[in-house]
């Protein structure tokens, strides 16, 4: 039985005053019609596979997608660039082949937000059956010229009203050859060192909702079309070893800022009401594959993957055919602009949350340094932020589900023992945008 003092203290999900939704005004603009015609168009080159065409002025083939997709990006007002660089030969470049990431940015109107950056992330090349071939047809309209859409669609509304935060969208080459456009940017930001903060949204397989979505139960869910799987690694891939070892001590296998951006991308749909709500998979990727957040993850960074609830694979990785009546390859005639629509619905609430939210508190900590039967947190401030809210769970729990307001306090202490739960902070703003949540790992210092 909770005692009255920690009845005080629980709230679920968040207080009151910060439950109504903010980014309507953007992710309700959002046009299905222009997100499908992207896809129509990215599969009208006929092929984008790494080392087809990169002459910007053919009519088929990876360069002139880059230069349609760069005139696009500047159409809307954002500043687009192609990012050009040489990979060395791999299995899937033997000779090495020359990259081309499209790179758009909308920088950050709060001087004050300077160190953080959000992505919106999604690859334009595609391959058929043979990895190889650089010449057949390979529409990927699925996979992932619906990524795309997304990118090109947030990036269309939020240069028309920019967020506080810097929003960069990236559309990648070199995916199916092994995340090499993924790798370099990742690399080169890592490299840079200009943002404290960064969070990836990465979309990839996000338009195609009609295959059978089983449940744990066996039977077909009802709401696949409603539904987007969103996935995100436990273990941090950069994690050192004093790292590991901490984690393993303190049981944070499920806490890395990867999850609790996945964590943060559920909270959001449930404030906001989006259609499309997230199914999070506590695993990095979908066995045997793997997708352009695992590089962000190798550089360091906060990286998720959305990803549609079920995946028919006679419509990835295929020549457009028919055998025994049955249609094969990745064709915009599979992508449902209804559900495409929704998932960009979601990525664009999410990513304003994040890009006018104040940043993640800093050295967030459980002082236990005494033996004690209470649970006291203590942080660093946030610039921007208006007050903090602490969060818990239980251990055996996948999600915060519950919270207390700190107001502008750096520092909270709790009524209950800090062995038999999880927590952590997240710092809000004036206007009531919530950040994503810092864990609470242990401090014997102090």
Not at 154 to 163: E, F, G, I, K
Request: glycine residues 8%.
């Amino acid at each position: 039985m909770l005692t009255a003092a920690l009845a005080a203290a629980v709230v679920i999900a968040q207080p009151p005053t910060r439950e109504s939704p903010l980014a309507t005004p953007y992710w309700t603009q959002v046009d299905g019609a222009r997100t499908f015609n992207t896809v129509e168009r990215l599969a009208s080159f006929e092929t984008r596979h790494t080392l087809s065409d990169l002459n910007p002025d053919a009519q088929r083939g990876l360069g002139p997608a880059a230069a349609w997709l760069k005139a696009e990006l500047a159409s809307y007002g954002v500043r687009s660039s192609i990012e050009e660089f040489d990979a060395p030969p791999s299995v899937r470049l033997p000779d090495g082949a020359k990259i081309l990431n499209v790179v758009g940015v909308v920088p950050g109107t709060d001087p004050a937000a300077s160190d953080r950056v959000s992505y919106v992330v999604g690859h334009y090349d595609s391959r058929n059956g043979d990895a190889m071939d650089a010449v057949g047809a390979s529409p990927g309209a699925n996979d992932d010229a619906s990524g795309v859409a997304v990118v090109l669609e947030c990036a269309r509304l939020v240069a028309a009203n920019p967020l506080e935060s810097t929003v960069v969208f990236l559309c990648t080459a070199g995916e199916e050859q092994g995340l090499v456009g993924a790798h370099f940017h990742a690399k080169t930001l890592a490299a840079e060192g200009k943002y404290r903060v960064v969070h990836v949204l990465n979309n990839d397989i996000v338009g195609d909702p009609s295959p059978p979505f089983i449940g744990a139960d066996g039977e077909p869910r009802g709401d696949a079309a409603s539904v987007i799987r969103v996935f995100s690694e436990g273990m941090p891939r950069k994690a050192s070893a004093e790292e590991l070892a901490k984690i393993r001590l303190e049981g944070a296998e499920s806490d890395s800022p990867s999850r609790q951006l996945a964590r943060f991308a559920a909270f959001i749909a449930r404030r906001e009401a989006t259609p499309v709500r997230p199914m999070l998979v506590f695993r990095q990727d979908r066995f045997l594959r793997g997708g352009d957040h695992a590089a962000f993850n190798e550089a360091g960074f906060a990286a998720v993957r959305f990803t549609v609830g079920s995946e028919d694979y006679s419509r990835q990785h295929q020549n457009v055919t028919e055998r025994d009546g049955r249609p094969y390859g990745d064709v915009p005639e599979f992508v449902s602009a209804e559900y495409l629509k929704g998932v960009t619905q979601l990525n664009l609430a999410t990513l304003v949350h994040l890009a006018n939210a104040p940043a993640p508190p800093a050295n967030a900590r459980m002082l236990a340094k005494e033996l004690t039967t209470d649970a006291t947190l203590a942080w660093d401030p946030s610039p921007g932020a208006a007050g903090y809210e602490v969060v818990w769970r239980e251990t055996t729990s996948p999600d915060w589900t519950h919270a207390r307001d700190a107001g502008d306090a750096t520092t909270l202490t709790l009524p209950m023992s800090k062995d038999n739960f999880y927590f952590g902070v997240r710092a809000y703003d004036a206007d009531g945008f919530v950040s994503p949540v810092s864990f609470g790992w242990a401090d014997r210092s102090k």
